[in-house]
């Protein structure tokens, strides 16, 4: 079967041999394996079984990005509920040769609405073709709404990866906020990305703007491409040394991975009553 739904997870199959494995807890990518060879990173030390969101794999976030600042998300944790609540496998969308499709769904719950007062529907759709992934996020605002609903929306994606070695393009001459920085206003000041390969050999994270929505991700004996729809920035994440500060981070774990994570997180999405909107990200072993 090119689909295995298990009781937390399910796994899809390409005919190729390509797989990918979702949690239902945060419609959470935890694998993706080409080639014989696993290509995203999950700490040993990651909670898997819904009780913590994953550290590793492709987290969802949604609706905001770091800590909440709209007024409509002050009372969520960071990055928000999608990647801490189940989510309900809903359809096999596509099985042929070409690839393998499915759908799932997360609506408001009583336990979301004691948080996050906007009616919304998400639909997360992962698509696995020979050498790809495809992540779709649509978000919909129900036409019984009130109001225009605001949001943010990121991949959180860790490519598995030498960290001492990994380079980012193209990112050169783009604006940037340094989140490492020791102060609030250090953090707003924007500045410029001089380098033409970004590398994350220090504790890096930083929040591109007017992002180009297609980057190369290589290191010695690797590449992935990432291609995005409908997401105007890009977050490159690694802690290094500040990785020991993870709870749930394993030792020396931030020497193998690099988070390029597209997103939709300055300034907020703004969709009416009845609208939709779809942020994708696809990714190709090259």
Not at 31 to 37: A, F, K, L, Q, T
Not at 123 to 134: G, N
Not at 171 to 183: A, I, M, S
Request: negative net charge; aromatic residues 10%; hydrophobic residues 35%.
């Amino acid at each position: 079967m090119p689909v295995d739904r298990l009781e937390e997870k399910a796994v899809l199959k390409h005919p190729k041999g390509s797989t990918v494995e979702i949690l239902y807890y945060g419609a959470t990518v935890i694998s993706w394996r080409v080639n014989g060879i696993e290509r995203l990173f999950v700490s040993s030390k990651a909670a898997l079984d819904g009780s913590k969101p994953v550290r590793g794999g492709i987290p969802v976030v949604f609706p905001c990005f770091g800590a909440p600042t709209h007024a409509d998300h002050l009372k969520l944790s960071q990055h928000g509920f999608a990647r801490s609540e189940r989510w309900s496998f809903d359809s096999i969308v596509m099985d042929n040769d070409a690839g393998v499709s499915v759908r799932l769904v997360l609506g408001s719950t009583d336990q979301i609405s004691s948080k996050y007062e906007p009616k919304f529907e998400l639909v997360y759709v992962v698509t696995l073709a020979e050498h790809q992934l495809s992540t779709d996020l649509h978000v919909h605002n129900p036409a019984e709404a009130s109001r225009d609903l605001e949001f943010q929306a990121l991949f959180h994606t860790y490519f598995r990866a030498p960290a001492s070695s990994v380079k980012i393009t193209p990112l050169q001459n783009l604006g940037y906020y340094d989140k490492t920085r020791g102060t609030d206003e250090e953090k707003t000041i924007r500045r410029i990305e001089s380098r033409a390969e970004v590398d994350v050999r220090n504790f890096t994270d930083f929040v591109y703007e007017n992002a180009p929505g297609s980057y190369k991700v290589a290191w010695s004996d690797g590449e992935v491409s990432i291609k995005t729809r409908n997401l105007n920035n890009v977050v490159v994440w690694n802690p290094q040394e500040e990785g020991k500060k993870i709870s749930d981070m394993e030792e020396g774990g931030w020497n193998k991975f690099v988070c390029v994570e597209p997103g939709f997180v300055r300034g907020f999405v703004r969709i009416s009553p009845g609208e939709s909107w779809i942020g994708q990200q696809s990714l190709t072993i090259t």
